[in-house]
């Protein structure tokens, strides 16, 4: 077993298939980039873990699974968005805090001034949540300046 110097810092690459199927061959991957990294308050070997993604209305959000990576495990979630894909804000408050694991957010409605989105909280102990939230669209727009 590989060895590797502690902690792991993952990184998230950026990678566009040519027919949307297959990124076995791919071009020009880019390295996502964090304008902030909240977790870090919480434990210098945190970092990305789990993350799964959703675009909608010129926004890209990514759902975030962090934890301490060299222990192979996840805490907690936060949310981050994106006009770029590639240059990140992270909320900082997460979407849960405690004993998660995978989870994933999805828009529901949007409209000129507001996203709402569902959430299922996936937990350590194999139980799911489920929340709701809106976000307005001044507040990502004046985060990403």
Not at 67 to 83: C, E, I, P, Q, W
Not at 109 to 135: D, N
Request: glycine share 6%; hydrophobic share 35%.
């Amino acid at each position: 077993m590989p060895s590797y110097k502690t902690p792991i810092i993952t990184n998230i690459l950026s990678r566009v298939s040519t027919n949307g199927l297959d990124f076995t061959t791919y071009r020009n991957s880019k390295k996502i980039e964090f304008i902030n990294k909240p977790w870090l308050e919480f434990s210098k070997g945190y970092s990305t873990w789990h993350l799964q993604d959703s675009y909608i209305d010129g926004y890209y959000f990514l759902c975030l699974a962090i934890g301490n990576v060299d222990r192979f495990t996840s805490d907690m979630n936060y949310l981050a968005y994106s006009k770029d894909g590639i240059h990140f804000r992270v909320f900082e408050k997460p979407l849960a805090s405690a004993n998660v694991y995978r989870s994933s957010v999805f828009p529901k409605i949007s409209s000129s001034k507001k996203i709402e989105f569902g959430a299922v909280i996936g937990y350590k102990s194999g139980a799911f949540g489920y929340r709701e939230f809106t976000i307005d669209k001044q507040v990502l727009e004046n985060g990403l300046k």
